[in-house]
């Protein structure tokens, strides 16, 4: 900046310069006016210090004075040419020298040529730690500052903290029991047909997903769940878990690949006979088949049981006849639908005779072999989505199309040639839960799916994190974003959140494969842990995304398409507010039957125990408590999950008493708790997640993972705690010093595991090629070509 009036100095700069008593005050000169940061008033309280200086002549003071005016700043040529004499001594330090700005301006004194090796002045030396002290200054760090040109240049990757455990050896934890079909996926994704294409237009990245998924069939993949006889390995689990790892690639490729295998095959699978599966399960594994999953209508999306499409019995023709009663009936949202779909299992309300059976399935074929609409078929593309747009939703509306009778998929409930129906369960309502439950697969599916999702996004985030730098101290490099705290906070317990989901989830399909048919018993878990990992990952992309600043906004660099693809996981396979509210119900329905299943005496103990565990947790002692052990004791954290699912189970029951004895109905009365009722399901699905990591710490303690397991246990417990820690204050479990306690622990815990990060993305297995983002992978700017 030029200065435009004239100063009133009487000296110049190169006079400053060459003035020795002056020479040591250059750095505090410098420092005073570089920042601008010091006001006319602190400047004024400067020049005042210096003229009362005693050690410094008058002629001195005056200069100096001169220099310090604020009316009379120093123009910027006058201050490069302060900044280059200070410069001048730097060679002659040490890499790490601390200096104050006094011992600084000593050194000048002493280097100058004139100066023959003369020290300064005492009594200048001590003027200056004055004048240091009294510009506030933190003189080494503004010596560093002053002195170093540029940071030392971080040449190469930054060098990886040395893990507490083997990436591997985790890894291996994480894919049993799949741990072959994993890898056998994992290595399909890496071939560069596989490579992301990201600038397609929409047909062509339809076409690309179909041929992917195509890929994945005569591989077999498709297939998995499927009975031998017809090309299948009978092994859902290796499904579920194929399509786990298939979440960290393109979610379109995914979802086609779900709708097709899993609702489509599953479908025929669960809800047909030995005579649909001969005929339709071999077309469906290979794809010679390709088919939809036609549920949802533009009027009825979560409420199932009341969808429109009717499926008429014409006994006279053995056939049924599928119509759409109005345009609010239509079928909605159909994957497959608008541009491969040749078949479609269609849900539509049974009408035989008079009689209305309810909602049951049919295979209706819906296009030719060459991709001709059959007559009475009428499909509409959805058109552009948020995301998932490789898939092509549409809509189907019908108009009195014939199926024959034995299109009906009739394991649950059959019509003979006459017109008789029958069905091994007499209650409509039971046989329609019982046969959406058979359908529970997907659910579990998409837990997975969206688990998958937010740990490709903690990899890619936490990768760039290690390697990318902002800002840091001066003559240092600059820091990397992982060494800063606040990105440790974002990143590190949504890492060991998704430890604690994926054990929560191994421990869902655990249950499910064992309970084979019966999935009732887990359909619970299987709803909450789906809205759970869901409403996990869209945040975690969020923050992820955010993480990666621009970077991260990048397509090529995945996370923003992950989470556009990823958004609607919270709505598809059952909206998870309708789903936490399904949890909450069941919640309720165990706590009345453990009631009216016990005679006095035991529900009497039952209240006891209930009462003494009251006592014994909101005892003073713990709800103070706040030393380390205990904060992080099994006891104490599996505690409070279950104390807060309890009291919020206990109070539900309670407000629903109360409406139900002031007259509402229990419709009514539930809709007036429904904030209460999902605050119940989250809290239940939570506990059980903290349970699982709690006990897969546990079991490995004092092996080679128990401490990272310990780790991230604790970390993940705290960080929820901490995160509902209102509810405990005003519960008074929790004690404000309690609060803040946690809340230093789940820092200090994600500062210890900062080392451990980079491994922990390790055992997630992607990989580089999957993973894609070159942030990630260290190749920023580059593209992998198709
Ligand atoms: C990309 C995509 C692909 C899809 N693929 C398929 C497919 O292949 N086959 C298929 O059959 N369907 C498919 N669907 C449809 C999907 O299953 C439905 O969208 C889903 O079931 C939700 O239904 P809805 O959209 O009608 O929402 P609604 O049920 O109308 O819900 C809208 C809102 O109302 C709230 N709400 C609803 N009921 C309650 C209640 N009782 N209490 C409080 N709040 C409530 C919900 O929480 C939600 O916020 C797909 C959808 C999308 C977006």
């Given amino acids: 900046m030029k200065n435009t009036r004239a100063s009133k100095r009487t000296h110049s700069i190169e006079e400053l310069i060459r003035d020795r008593p002056l020479l040591p005050f250059l750095p505090l000169v410098y420092v005073a006016w570089a920042d601008g940061e010091l006001s006319h008033s602190e400047l004024e309280s400067i020049a005042s210090q210096v003229a009362s200086q005693g050690g410094l002549d008058a002629e001195c003071r005056r200069r100096l004075a001169g220099w310090l005016d604020p009316a009379d700043p120093p123009s910027a ?23 104050t700005l006094a011992e600084l301006g000593c050194r000048l004194v002493e280097t100058d040529s004139e100066a023959q090796g003369a020290g300064a002045d005492p009594a200048v030396e001590s003027a200056l730690a004055d004048l240091e002290a009294a510009l506030g200054i933190a003189g080494t760090e503004a010596s560093r500052e002053l002195l170093t040109r540029v940071r030392p240049l971080q040449v190469g990757e930054p060098k990886r903290a040395k893990p507490s455990f083997s990436p591997a050896v985790l890894q291996a934890l994480l894919d049993a029991p799949y741990a072959e079909v994993r890898s056998r996926i994992r290595k399909l994704l890496s071939r560069p047909e596989f490579d992301y294409r990201f600038e397609l237009d929409r047909p062509s990245y339809r076409r690309l997903v179909t041929r992917w998924c195509r890929r994945l069939a005569e591989e077999g993949f498709g297939a998995l769940s499927f009975p031998r006889a017809y090309g299948g390995a009978e092994d859902l689990g290796a499904f579920i878990a194929v399509f786990e790892t298939l979440a960290h690639h393109d979610s379109s490729l995914l979802v086609k690949f779900g709708v097709q295998f899993g609702l489509f095959g599953g479908s025929v699978l669960q809800l047909g006979t030995e005579r649909h599966h001969r005929e339709y399960l071999e077309d469906i594994a290979t794809m010679s088949l390709p088919g939809c999953f036609a549920m949802s209508e533009t009027g009825h999306g979560s409420n199932v049981q009341e969808l429109e499409t009717v499926a008429r019995y014409d006994a006279e023709r053995q056939e049924f006849v599928i119509s759409t009663p109005t345009p609010h009936d239509r079928k909605d949202w159909i994957g497959n639908a608008a541009v491969d779909g040749r078949m479609a299992t269609v849900f539509a309300q049974l009408h035989v005779g008079e009689d209305e059976f309810g909602v049951h399935a049919f295979l209706v074929p819906i296009r030719s072999d060459d991709g001709e609409t059959l007559p009475g078929v009428t499909i509409e593309d959805c058109g552009l989505k948020e995301g998932l747009n490789g898939v092509d939703n549409g809509r189907i509306t019908f108009k009195d199309v014939r199926v024959a009778r034995e299109n009906l998929l009739d394991r649950f409930g059959s019509v003979s040639p006459e017109g008789e129906y029958s069905s091994d369960i007499a209650s409509p309502s039971k046989r329609f839960f019982t046969m959406l439950g058979t359908l529970v697969g997907g659910r579990i599916s998409v837990a997975g799916a969206s688990l998958a999702s937010a740990k490709t996004a903690l990899a890619i985030a936490v990768r760039y994190a290690t390697r990318r730098r902002q800002f840091g101290a001066a003559g240092r490099p600059e820091t990397l974003l992982l060494d800063y705290k606040a990105h440790q906070r974002k990143l590190l317990p949504r890492l060991a959140a998704a430890f604690a989901i994926d054990f929560a989830h191994k421990r869902l399909v655990r249950q499910f494969l064992a309970h084979g048919g019966d999935a009732r018993r887990i359909e619970t878990f299987a709803a909450g842990l789906k809205a759970y990992a869901s409403w996990f990952n869209v945040e975690t992309l969020q923050v ?223 990989p580089d090629r999957v993973l894609g983002a070159p942030i990630a992978t260290g190749k920023v700017g580059e593209r992998f070509s198709p």
Wanted: aromatic residues 8%; negative net charge.
């Fill in 77 to 99: 040529r006058e201050l490069g040419a302060i900044l280059r004499t200070i410069r001048q001594i730097a060679p002659a330090l040490p890499d790490d020298f601390r200096l």
């Fill in 544 to 766: 992820c995304r955010e993480a990666c600043g621009a970077q991260g906004y990048l397509a090529q660099n995945r996370i923003c398409l992950l989470r556009d693809d990823t958004d609607v996981f919270t709505t598809f396979e059952g909206d998870n507010t309708v789903l936490m509210l399904l949890v909450a119900k069941a919640r309720l329905t165990r706590y009345r039957h453990q009631f009216s299943d016990l005679r006095l005496g035991g529900l009497v103990k039952l209240l006891a125990s209930k009462a003494l565990t009251a006592v014994s947790e909101l005892n003073p002692v713990v709800t103070r408590t706040t030393d380390d052990e205990h904060l992080q004791d099994r006891e104490f954290l599996g505690g409070a999950f279950r104390y807060r699912e309890d009291r919020l189970l206990e109070t539900l029951a309670l407000r629903l008493r109360h409406r139900l004895e002031r007259g509402m109905d229990t419709f009514e009365a539930f809709n007036d708790c429904q904030d209460h009722a999902l605050e119940l399901a989250e809290a239940h699905i939570e506990r059980i997640v903290a349970e699982a990591i709690l006990e897969a710490a546990g079991e490995h303690r004092g092996r080679d993972l128990g401490h990272i397991l310990d780790r991230l246990a604790s970390l993940f417990c705290l960080w929820r705690l901490e995160q509902r820690r209102g509810w405990f204050l005003e519960s008074g479990y929790f004690e404000s010093a309690k609060a803040k306690a946690v809340r230093n622990l789940v820092m200090r815990i994600s500062g210890e595991l900062r080392q451990d990060a980079e491994a922990l993305i390790d055992s997630f297995g992607i």
